[in-house]
């Protein structure tokens, strides 16, 4: 009876480690792509609502990737919508998945699938509050891309430096 307690109060204090070690993300989602086949037409999004618009923000693009996946880059354009509907920017991106030179998978990763973060978006910040959305369209040649399991978007505020 005593070690079932154990175990309980060590994964308790253990979730709770966890949990609060995110304490700056404002917003995470990631979406699966159907049968790992991202068509050009299918452009996911994201919305979030930021509070704070005297914060800076940093945003990410979370990938996952199978192995097979056949090149080393991705290539994805980001569009950010503010809370009045129009656009606020809009620009390319390119990550690299795997290294060039040796075809390596890059990331976290078991098995055949592979997890990256990517910083899109750099201490920025948002000049109203309100809802936000941000609509990611993959910018490759193959149609449909092949290999990407699910893509995401993180917000969080940037820690004030000490």
């Given at each position: 009876?005593?070690?079932?307690?154990l175990?309980?109060?060590?994964l308790?204090?253990?979730?709770g480690?966890?949990t609060?070690?995110?304490?700056?993300?404002?917003?995470?989602?990631?979406?699966?792509?159907?049968e790992?086949?991202?068509?050009?037409?299918?452009?996911p999004?994201?919305?979030?609502?930021?509070?704070?618009?005297?914060?800076?923000?940093?945003?990410?693009?979370?990938?996952?990737?199978?192995?097979?996946?056949?090149?080393?880059?991705?290539?994805?354009?980001h569009?950010?919508?503010g809370?009045?509907?129009?656009?606020?920017?809009?620009?390319?991106?390119?990550?690299?998945?795997?290294?060039?030179?040796?075809?390596?998978?890059?990331?976290?990763?078991?098995?055949?699938?592979f997890?990256?973060?990517?910083?899109?978006?750099?201490?920025i910040?948002?000049?109203r509050?309100?809802?936000y959305k941000?609509?990611?369209?993959?910018?490759?040649?193959?149609?449909?891309?092949p290999?990407?399991?699910?893509?995401?978007?993180?917000?969080?505020?940037v820690?004030?430096?000490?």
């Amino acid at each position: 009876m005593k070690k079932n307690s154990l175990v309980f109060a060590t994964l308790f204090c253990l979730i709770g480690l966890l949990t609060s070690c995110d304490a700056n993300r404002v917003y995470e989602e990631n979406q699966d792509i159907k049968e790992s086949l991202w068509p050009i037409d299918l452009a996911p999004s994201f919305t979030f609502e930021i509070a704070d618009t005297t914060a800076q923000y940093n945003v990410y693009f979370n990938v996952r990737n199978a192995l097979q996946y056949p090149f080393y880059n991705l290539y994805l354009r980001h569009y950010l919508i503010g809370p009045d509907g129009k656009q606020i920017s809009s620009a390319l991106h390119e990550m690299l998945l795997m290294d060039p030179k040796t075809g390596e998978p890059r990331g976290s990763g078991a098995g055949d699938l592979f997890d990256h973060r990517f910083r899109a978006l750099k201490n920025i910040r948002f000049e109203r509050s309100g809802t936000y959305k941000l609509i990611l369209n993959q910018y490759m040649r193959q149609d449909p891309l092949p290999g990407i399991m699910s893509i995401g978007v993180r917000v969080e505020k940037v820690q004030a430096q000490q």
